[in-house]
């Protein structure tokens, strides 16, 4: 089934790959054990063709008039993402948005386990958050050292954002997702996915303004359903 893997994949295949995986799963809930593309695209919206390509790219190929055995292509899918082999993270900012990502359970199907949490405040040191230990920040860059931790997770203030990244790098981290709203500055061979939440805030408040003035009427009716449902 698996063939050789191209060298790169556009980012755009990178991010349908889990919409297959998520909505494969289902499938193989419900014992529907061979899928098509035609399926796939369906299901989610997409061109058939396009299903097919990001699929091959992912070094899966199906058969004439049969398709794709489902159960092969959702670990097929979790190899090329690297989901197989469990990737330990550091995170670093133990707030809000820290905290929910610590309780997030879903990561760890996908290869990623936090380990520790890292904040500067008094008040979180030496706390746990799901079940996570929150460490001083001194500790960071000796740990990451001492346990060969591969991947760190940002969610400071921005004004914090470069010394984490700096602090990180240091200890031999490889690759950074980072939330803070700031573009970091790293050696070329570290990999950084910024998680931007105000471009994304951006485009649907964009989309949603779009949309009002397109049909302005249907927010209004929207309301009154709201309104009617709740009393």
Known sequence: MNTELPKTVSEPTLKRLPLYHHFLKELLQREQEAVSC????????????????????AGISGRPRIGYATAAVV???ERFLGWKKVSEAFLVGAGSMGSALLGYRK???CGLKIVAAFDRDPAKVGRKIHGKHVLALDKLTDLAQ????LIGIITVPAVEAQAVADALVAGGVRAIWNFAPVRLRVPEHIIVHNEDLYCSLASLSQKLGQAL???????????RLRTATLS
């Open 38 to 57: 035609t399926d796939i695209g369906e299901e989610l919206n997409l061109d058939p063709t396009q299903v097919r390509k990001d699929l091959e790219a």
């Open 75 to 77: 670990d097929g899918i």
């Open 107 to 109: 990561f760890e199907e």
């Open 146 to 149: 001492r346990m060969h931790v």
């Open 213 to 223: 003035e397109a049909n302005p009427a249907e927010p209004v009716t929207a309301r």
